[in-house]
């Protein structure tokens, strides 16, 4: 079952401008975690923010999260090419097992 | 750090024959992962480890799956006998606890034909 859905399916953005993508979830959670994927590729783990952080920041990543709405958002600024993959939001309910979405689609054209 | 180490990196398959994957967790991770990849969507979970033990394999089918974690550090994922619909990637994460970020293997590609 998937509980994260990630909004926009795709995005194709030009190289130097900002990408946001977002997530929404169903039930409560311990924290909500971002992974990028690069085709044919493992998933790297980018940024994990817990239920009670509304912001947290790593590099050119900026993620929120509001607890009230399900939702998170996340913004890579300055896009360049190799930032090209999938992203996906998972979140982590009260017995540490990831409900992952379906990912986002970034296309960064130079 | 050597990372999430899983082999093969592909596999190719005819249906009805077996096949199994490795996997060997980050030293000290606890918590180790078996999960199914299909092209476009997330990862689904087919069975997590805590050292030795499973403690979650209620998406794993069991008929044709198994998976073992013997002395709680690398482990292995079986189907026997495979099916066209097995095709995937089989990815392997571990975690120090519950609650923190997983690494992730790169993966094994299976073709079931």
């Known amino acids: 079952s998937q509980q994260g859905e990630e909004d926009p399916q795709a995005l194709s953005i030009q190289e130097g401008e900002n990408a946001t993508m977002n997530c929404s979830y169903k039930t409560s959670i311990n924290n909500l975690q971002w992974y990028r994927q690069n085709s044919g590729r493992g998933l790297v783990h980018l940024i994990l923010?817990?239920?009670n952080e509304r912001e947290k920041h790593s590099g050119r990543l900026r993620v929120t999260l509001d607890t009230s709405k399900k939702s998170s958002s996340l913004l890579i600024t300055a896009s360049r090419a190799a930032d090209t993959a999938s992203y996906f939001c998972a979140t982590d309910e009260s017995n540490y097992q990831l409900i992952w979405g379906a990912g986002t689609k970034l296309i960064i054209k130079p | 750090e050597a990372g999430v180490v899983q082999s093969p990196r592909y596999k190719i398959i005819e249906k009805k024959q077996p096949v199994a994957f490795w996997c060997n967790p980050i030293?000290?991770?606890?918590?180790l992962y078996w999960y199914r990849q299909n092209l476009g969507q997330g990862p689904e979970l087919l069975i997590r480890y805590e050292n030795e033990e499973a403690v979650d394999d209620s998406q794993l089918p069991k008929d044709r799956f198994s998976a073992e974690r013997l002395k709680g550090v690398d482990s292995t994922l079986k189907i026997q006998p495979a099916e066209l619909g097995d095709s995937a990637v089989y990815l392997c994460?571990?975690?120090?606890?519950?609650?923190?970020?997983?690494?992730f293997g790169s993966g094994t590609r299976l073709t079931v034909v």
């Open positions: 030293s000290g991770h606890n918590t």
């Open positions: 994460a571990s975690s120090r606890t519950g609650d923190d970020g997983y690494t």
């Open positions: 923010i817990r239920s």
